[in-house]
């Protein structure tokens, strides 16, 4: 794949080197020089020297390397730190454009001291920036990653807006490239969504470009494939002819993955239709290489077309036709003898290993042996000589097909163990931890470096504490001793206060690194499995008996998604999943992993739970409501929306750890299959349970038996939907008419008591019956509660919670609900007036949920919310009056749930504190 090579992407120095990027014509070298023969020793000569190396960087870098020493001196013999970072910096970029990249990062890491030294926070982030690049080129891309990301943060804290943007794309090429393919596309999608902004059409193509190449490592081929049109009429649009022959080559990519898979399937004939394609795709992006004189360029599109053609000469051997595959294969041949003659010139030694292995690979299929193993060892020595171990391990397995084929098998076993040993060698617990977990070892690693750093000043503070005792042992007598004496004390346990207060500082930030550490690692993995990890090394798999497990996709996805941009569909399916994420987390079910538009997650597991059928079913119930819900707003404003198909089936699953990218908990077995059919055999809007699922459940909820479906795969399946819960009362009834009354009715003047808060706090409330152990039947009543606390607002806002609760005594008798059940909900909903005053458990769950979002980090959106409608309502509140009238809410306000104490506490104290520090400052939120 081609990846779109940006100007910021490439050095980055014309961006980053704090001069103006000057023309190379001899002109202007040549005037700097005349000005130079004159120029006193000063700064300003420091500027010119440093200018003129600049100058001399593409062309001439002796040269430039010669005058950046000598402005690196004369700075620091005249003491001008500024002219010394941006000497150091300069040479950095002559050593890296001259592939000297260790000596450039070197240079770099020393102009980065000095930068940082006068605060220049620009230039530090453009250091940081610089040394990922190279990093990147390197292969060390965790280092790139720290770099990059330090850089990020000094950008986010400047608002430098477009150089943040151009980080996203930096580090989403680097994710890519670490295999981290959900964080690249998270990035990328960052990037995208910015330079939309500005509408770049060449940035627009070339992050479409890149999120192609995601899709491809993916394996969707067929969303990548259309990411690439995307790019393609882009580029061709805006004349960028370079990009256009890169996204062609990665278009024909595609097609050749496809001729794979058909030859994977014994279609030989049409994978052979299929590289006819490809290899059109290829010339044309030859033909624009040529034109740009891009010799680079050229050889890697012929080392692809021989590639093509190489594999078209197994498709011909395979339809028995050994005179036309004789004729690919030689085609095959020329072409890397075009590739290898390019890049021998240009000592493009990854270029070489690719070629070589080639050049084997065709010769072996030729049954040219001799030739074959010529190539293969060449392709080995290359890989040692420039340490790739990856090249060569596939040089032993190479090597191991060549002996075994000349019937050489003890040569062909001791290459296939080499290649083994290797493969294992790389997998090792360490490069795991490094490329799949870099981000908790990243933690880990600062948590170490403080602990040392804590141990080392630790050190130092007793020898400190001993030369004193030396000094009282020594100078003890007298009145003088005495004074001595009371001086090394406080002296002492001035040191011993310091150092407490050091180790306290400290030991606040390693919990705080390792809370970073445990939470990352917990949102991976089941907390036990993690806990088994981290002690044993590794997870053993695990059987169980006994779990339920839930699919969930949607209608139609392939022709929404069509309709809506990758933006508009990617926000959908978060909103979804995260919506997902809550429900599953209230009943105490784990989530496995989502698969494009579908959902897994399993009950009973990792910790086995009796009524795992029970939780998992009501889950979907929950899930099929906020859908219902989801879809109805989004119909009400015009938007395009899904329907949900939700299957569950019940019995024994294998779980454990994978991965050979990141690690991840996932489940094996029929029941899995099972569930998948129970979801695919399902209806929109539909709850769908096999007969396993319905034994464990019948006696707890309303289903329809819907005899035997046909199951693919599976034959005939007994099946029934699930309808409601044995309540009895009809809540889900209830919350339909509120929901719609509240969609239909409410003043659009309420941007705060929304439809969308009625719905937050529902959600609230039923996590913190969860987290509270609530009974499931009393949980029904919290739930409306929630739905009815607001519906006041119908009628009027003042006093809303009486008439919320006259609303309760009228209509919940319509649903069901006995007297003794209102009576409790009208006491939840009178409960949340201000100032709040509940006097029993279920009201103050009610009461915390109404106000959950005061300890959560949607705290400012949500009171932006609040404070635009006390504008509509006709407030004349200034921002300084709604900042004033936050501090003293949050002061007053405290949660009364031991859930919300110990979980939002914190939170809301540190965004009083922020509060008080705006108002104190005069600074309007």
């Known amino acids: 794949m081609n990846r779109p090579v940006l100007c910021f992407t490439a050095i980055l120095v014309l961006l980053f080197s704090g001069i103006t990027a000057f023309s190379q014509d001899e002109s202007y070298s040549d005037s700097l020089g005349r000005v130079l023969k004159t120029a006193p020793p000063d700064s300003n000569r420091v500027k010119m020297l440093n200018e003129l190396g600049w100058e001399l960087k593409f062309d001439h870098p002796d040269s430039a390397r010669k005058i950046l020493g000598t402005s690196l001196e004369l700075a620091r013999s005249i003491g001008f730190p500024t002219g010394m970072g941006d000497a150091l910096n300069y040479r950095g970029v002559v050593e890296d454009i001259h592939g000297e990249r260790e000596q450039a990062v070197s240079y770099f890491e020393k102009a980065l001291i000095i930068r940082d030294s006068l605060g220049d926070q620009q230039g530090v982030a453009s250091l940081y920036n610089n040394i990922g690049n190279v990093r990147e080129n390197l292969g060390d891309f965790t280092e790139a990653l720290e770099n ?34 959900p964080e690249a596309l998270d990035f990328i999608f960052q990037y995208l969504e910015m330079v939309e902004a500005t509408g770049n059409k060449d940035n627009l193509g070339n992050a479409y470009n890149v999120i192609g190449n995601i899709k491809m490592e993916l394996d969707r081929q067929g969303e990548a494939w259309g990411w690439y049109e995307r790019a393609l009429s882009f580029h061709q649009d805006a004349g960028n002819d370079w990009e256009e022959s890169s996204v062609l080559n990665n278009m024909a990519n595609v097609l050749d993955y496809r001729a794979d898979s058909l030859y994977e399937e014994d279609q030989y004939q049409a994978a052979l239709e299929q590289t006819n394609n490809s290899l059109k795709l290829y010339e044309q992006a030859l033909v624009i290489r040529e034109s740009l004189d891009d010799l680079e360029g050229q050889a890697e599109i012929f080392n692809n077309i021989g590639l093509t053609h190489k594999n078209r000469g197994s498709f011909y051997n395979k339809l028995d036709d050994p005179a036309s595959a004789e004729l690919e294969w030689q085609l095959a041949l020329d072409l890397f003898e075009q590739a290898l003659e390019i890049w021998q010139e240009s000592d493009n030694k990854q270029g070489i290993l690719q070629l070589y292995n080639g050049f084997g690979d065709v010769y072996r299929r030729q049954g040219k042996y001799a030739l074959a193993l010529d190539y293969v060892q060449k392709s080995f020595d290359l890989s040692e000589d420039i340490g790739d171990q990856k090249a060569l391990q596939n040089a032993y397995k190479d090597l191991a097909r060549v002996y075994a084929a000349t019937g ?231 938007l395009p929306t899904f329907e949900v198909r939700i ?69 005939e399946q007994q099946m029934y939907f699930v309808e409601d819960r044995n309540l009895d009362y009809d809540l889900n009834g209830f919350r339909k008419m509120v929901l719609d009354r509240l969609s239909n009715e409410l003043d659009k003047k309420y941007v705060y008591h929304s439809y969308r808060h009625t719905l937050d706090v529902e959600q609230a409330a039923l996590e913190l019956c969860s987290l509270e152990g609530i009974p499931f039947a009393e949980q029904g009543l919290v739930q409306t509660a929630a739905l009815l606390h607001d519906l006041g607002f119908l009628q009027q806002a003042g006093d809303h919670e009486a008439i919320g609760a006259s609303m309760a005594a009228d209509l919940l008798p319509g649903y069901g609900y006995k007297e003794s059940e209102i009576q409790q909900i009208v006491r939840m909903i009178l409960a949340t007036k201000v100032p709040q005053a509940p006097q029993d458990h279920l009201s103050r769950i009610l009461c915390d ?49 031991s859930s919300n104490i110990s979980r939002r506490s914190h939170k809301k104290a540190e965004k009083l504190e922020q509060l008080k520090e705006e108002a104190t400052s005069g600074k309007a939120p």
């Open 849 to 897: 949920a109404d106000l959950d979002y005061l300890g959560r980090e949607d705290y400012d959106q949500i009171s932006a919310q609040l404070y635009q409608e006390l504008l509509n309502r006709g407030q004349n509140l200034s921002k300084s009056d709604w900042l004033n009238i936050q501090v003293k809410f949050l002061t007053s306000h405290q949660y009364h749930t």
């Open 148 to 181: 990059y990301l330090n850089s990020l943060r000094i950008r986010e804290d400047l608002q430098d807006t477009s150089r943040i943007m151009r980080l996203y794309y930096n580090i989403s090429i680097l994710q890519e490239s670490m295999g981290n393919y």
């Open 408 to 638: 050489e098998f003890e040569r062909a076993y001791e290459f296939r163990k080499l290649y083994d040993e290797t493969r294992y060698d790389r997998m090792n617990e360490k490069q795991i931890k490094d490329n799949e977990r870099r981000e908790i070892m990243y933690s880990d690693r600062k948590k170490q470096y403080e602990i040392d750093r804590q141990n080392q000043e630790l050190k130092l503070q007793e020898a400190e504490l001993k030369q004193a005792q030396i000094r009282f042992y020594s100078l003890i007598g007298g009145a003088m001793g005495l004074m001595l004496v009371v001086f090394l004390l406080v002296n002492r346990n001035r040191i011993k206060t310091r150092a407490n207060k050091d180790l306290a500082e400290k030991n606040e930030i390693i919990e705080t690194e390792r809370q970073r550490s445990e939470e990352l690692l917990l949102n991976i993995l089941p907390q036990s499995t993690a806990e088994e990890l981290k002690t044993k090394g590794k997870a053993e798999a695990r059987s169980y008996e006994e779990v339920s497990v839930l699919f969930t996709d949607f209608k139609s996805f392939t022709s929404i998604a069509e309709e809506l941009s990758a933006e508009e569909l990617v926000g959908m399916l978060d909103e979804c999943f995260r919506a997902y994420d809550r429900i599953t987390n209230r009943y105490g079910i784990e989530k496995i992993k989502t698969i494009g538009d579908s959902y897994m997650c399993a009950s009973g597991l990792p910790d086995p739970q009796s009524d795992h059928a029970t939780r998992i079913v009501n889950a979907a119930l929950d899930i099929r409501a906020w859908m219902e819900s989801y879809s109805e707003r989004r119909r009400s404003a015009g």
């Open 647 to 715: 299957g569950v089936h019940s019995g024994p699953v294998v779980a454990g750890v994978v991965g050979n990218k990141k690690f991840a908990y996932d489940i094996w077995g029929d029941t899995v299959n099972l569930a998948a059919r129970m979801e695919a055999s399902g209806q929109p809007g539909k709850v769908n349970i096999s007969a396993a699922t319905y034994e464990l459940v019948k006696t707890h909820f309303k289903c329809t038996d819907r005899g035997l479906v046909e199951a693919k795969g599976k034959g």
